[in-house]
């Protein structure tokens, strides 16, 4: 399947999604996310995501060659689910997304609440902890803030978190904040000694022969000459600080996760000023 242009009004996927023929999920609110039918459907939906989707999708629904992101694209994220079940059950005429209403109410239902648990939507797992506690920490004592941005507030030289809990799971989250080999990257902070004695701090986002491009803690960007610098000293210890597992309590680690986890269902799609995570 191919989701493609809703004349007017959507840019959307561009290939290969998938419909699978499980039982209809007209009411999914209904049924415990960890009940035996629910495991079944859920492994054959991926089992088939797999085998169908991911040449074009990727295997995390998040795009290749071929096809766009499904899961974070802010399009796609904005899309009801009676505004999905039109596309999938109508198509897109003048795309490569056909129409595929034959194959009935109940099987594209299921595809769309599975696409929606991709994306995090229909998610109903109980918080690890209480949000507020950890809004007061994640802008409080845990000092979260002074890097990270969250829903408009906070730092700007680490990724922005609003919607980091729509593709990150409570354990992946806490993970990521106890663990420095489970981040994704890993930025050191730079100190750049010009040689009229100016010096900066912070972390490198670009950088060739010739030139590097540091971002301070502040934000702000400064393009630097090599010709310029008197030294480059390059930390080894990434940004984040690597102790959060002693610095925070079980309970205020929970809070934290849940407080990220909380802002899923206000944000629009995961959102960054740039590629690192950390």
Known sequence: MKFGIIPGKLDLLGAGLLIFLAPALAHPQQHAQNSPAHSAQRQNARQIFATTCAACHGLDGMGGERAPNIITNPQVQRLSASEMFSVISGGVPGTGMPAFQRLGKPAITSLVVYVKSLQGKNQTARLPGDPKSGEALFFGNAQCSTCHMASGRGGFIAPELTAYGQTHGAEQIKSAIVNPAARNSVKPIVTAATT???????????????????????????????????????????????????????????????????????????????????
């Open 196 to 278: 009229n004695g100016e010096l900066y701090h912070g972390i490198i986002r670009n950088e060739d022969n010739f030139s590097l491009q540091l971002q301070s803690e502040d934000g702000a960007f400064h393009f630097l000459s090599k010709a310029d610098l008197k030294s480059i000293e390059r930390g080894q210890d990434s940004i984040m600080p690597s102790d959060y597992s002693s610095r925070l309590s079980a309970a205020q680690l929970n809070d934290i996760v849940s407080y990220l986890l909380s802002l899923r269902s206000t944000s629009a799609a995961p959102v960054s000023r740039h590629e690192d995570e950390e």
